[in-house]
Structures are given as C-alpha cells and as structure tokens.
C-alpha cells in the first residue's frame, strides 16, 4: 500500500519567494496533519484537517503560512512570502478518525532551507 | 493541556544489550500511546502503540509497559541491533484529540 507522498522532498529557495509543499493521504484517511521539526522545537503541530475541513490551526506561526485541502487526496501548504527562519522539515500525516484511537502515518517530509 | 516529556535525550548501548526510554504524561485522560522510530532523512514510523486497557504489550525485540496510576510508559527493546539505531518519539493522546509528543531520545547501538 503506498504511504502518506509529500513533494518536493527537498525545497532550497531564497528568502521572499513562495514555497508550496504538497502532500497525499493515504486512501481513506479522513484526518490530516501537518507538522514542522526543528532541532530546537522538535515536532511542533501546525493545523490538522477533518474530513477536509480545517479543524485547529492555531500551531500556523504566522499569516504567511497557510494550508488547503480541497479533496480528500491532496493539500497544501503553502508559506509567502518566506524567511530563513521557516527553514525546517515539513511532515505530513494521515490517519482514520472515529475508528478508535488510530497512529499516524507520517510521509517522508520537506527539507526546506530558505537561504 | 497535555504534556509529554522524555528520558534520556540521548542513549548508547552496546549491541544485544537491552535499551529502555521512559515518557511521562500530564493529563490522565489521554488513553493512547504510541511509539514512533524516526530514521536519518525519513519521516516518524509506528513501531508500537498501546492503549490504556493494557498493561503490557509485546512485539518480537519490542515491548511497551504502561502505568496509568504513575503516568508513565516505556519502550523497551531487547538484543538491541545496529539498525535499532535512530530517534524514537512516545506520544499521548485522548480519543478524538491530537497527539503530543515527546521531544525524542536518540538511540546510539554501538557495534
């Protein structure tokens, strides 16, 4: 079965441009995640979705960062303008919600730098 | 809200030696516990996950015991490999929130 797929896995840019990051669920999955880690902050919680609805994005820094899903297989994320502190790995998760409790499957992230 | 902390942040053994990481909650309603092992380069994996109608739960080399009094749970990982070497996460979570984690203890087995 294929796993959470997030693209681009690596991302390099200069500071001010727009980055997208992309991520598909696993089939079925009803929840989504997007997370952020850093040496200094660990995994950090950034907004989850229910049945493609945003449910908490009180974890987005700041107005600069935004995410969409517009289908149950694809969202976004999506950071504009951007600055050398979002450089970070970005990791997406799906699971089945109101199965139970139910882990998470994480994607293989973003490597983001911002230069 | 819930906290997650973690112990040690960091750990070396020697290989076929026995490791064990310890993680504490806060909130005694979060009711799932699941272990993730992060890789260089890859994203967390589920190597164990256990509920709180449970002890004790099992899984070749891997084993995680839960104390629902205290708030604590382990991992535990036997006859330890050079390819058990990684980042592991512990995480809590009550039914239908999100999951916490912990900051993560690297595992260092030392051939």
């Known amino acids: 079965d294929a796993g959470v797929i997030q693209s681009p896995r690596h991302e390099v840019t200069e500071m001010g441009q727009e980055v997208t990051l992309r991520c598909k669920p696993i089939?079925?999955?009803?929840?989504l995640f997007w997370y952020r880690q850093t040496m200094m902050r660990g995994l950090e919680l950034l907004i989850y979705f229910n049945n493609n609805v945003p449910i908490d994005d009180s974890g987005m820094p700041e107005d600069r960062f935004s995410a969409k899903m517009p289908n149950a297989s694809f969202s976004t994320l999506k950071i504009q303008p951007s600055e050398p502190r979002d450089s970070a790995v970005y990791f997406c998760a799906s699971k089945l919600q109101g199965a139970g409790n139910q882990p998470q499957h994480f994607g293989d992230g973003t490597r983001l730098s911002i230069l | 809200g819930e906290n997650v902390e973690q112990h040690p942040s960091t750990l070396s053994v020697q290989e076929g030696d026995s490791a064990v990481i310890k993680c504490t909650y806060s909130?005694?309603?979060?009711?799932?516990f699941p272990w993730y092992k992060q890789e260089l380069g890859k994203g967390p994996q589920l190597i164990i996950d256990i509920r709180s109608n449970v002890g004790e739960k099992k899984d070749q080399r891997i084993a995680v015991t839960l104390n629902k009094t205290a708030k604590h749970f382990s991992l535990h990982i036997t006859e330890t490999q050079p390819e058990d070497s990684a980042v592991y996460f512990c995480?809590?979570?009550?039914?239908?929130?999100?999951?916490?984690f912990g900051p993560g203890t690297r595992l260092s087995v030392l051939p």
């Open positions: 995480a809590a979570a009550t039914y239908g929130q999100n999951f916490v």
């Open positions: 089939s079925g999955h009803n929840s």
């Open positions: 909130d005694s309603a979060s009711n799932y």
